[in-house]
Nanobody, 116 residues
Framework: EVQLVESGGGLVHPGASLRLSCAAS????????MSWVRQAPGEGPEWISA????????YYDDSVKGRFAVSRDNAKKLLYLQMNSLRPDDTAVYYC?????????RGQGTQVTVSS
């Protein structure tokens, strides 16, 4: 059974940083591309980042490019999202998802709220 558990969210001020983590189990993490998807209140899911299985090829949506960085530790089966220069419009529930794109299995999500 695919299990993904996100952590690291919280309430921060604009300009702050957070690092999200996603612990994976139940599938071959080291062979799987992985994505980050977020969903703001009243909005549909937004695919913001992805990383290929080998950790070299990455994708960023324009809304986060230059501010967020995705990485992974295949030995520990962990996926990360370093988020810098956070803005109020980054407020959302953040999910990690298996695969390249927004449609794979997701975890329960972690809330990120950016507010002054």
């Amino acid at each position: 059974e695919v299990q993904l558990v996100e952590s690291g969210g919280g309430l921060v001020h604009p300009g702050a940083s957070l690092r999200l983590s996603c612990a994976a189990s139940g599938f071959s993490f080291e062979s799987s591309d992985m994505s980050w998807v977020r969903q703001a209140p009243g909005e549909g899911p937004e695919w913001i980042s992805a990383i290929a299985s080998g950790g070299v090829v990455t994708y960023y949506d324009d809304s986060v490019k230059g501010r967020f960085a995705v990485s992974r530790d295949n030995a520990k089966k962990l996926l990360y999202l370093q988020m810098n220069s956070l803005r109020p419009d980054d407020t959302a529930v953040y999910y990690c998802a298996r695969g390249w794109g927004p449609y794979g299995s997701r975890g329960q999500g972690t809330q990120v709220t950016v507010s002054s």
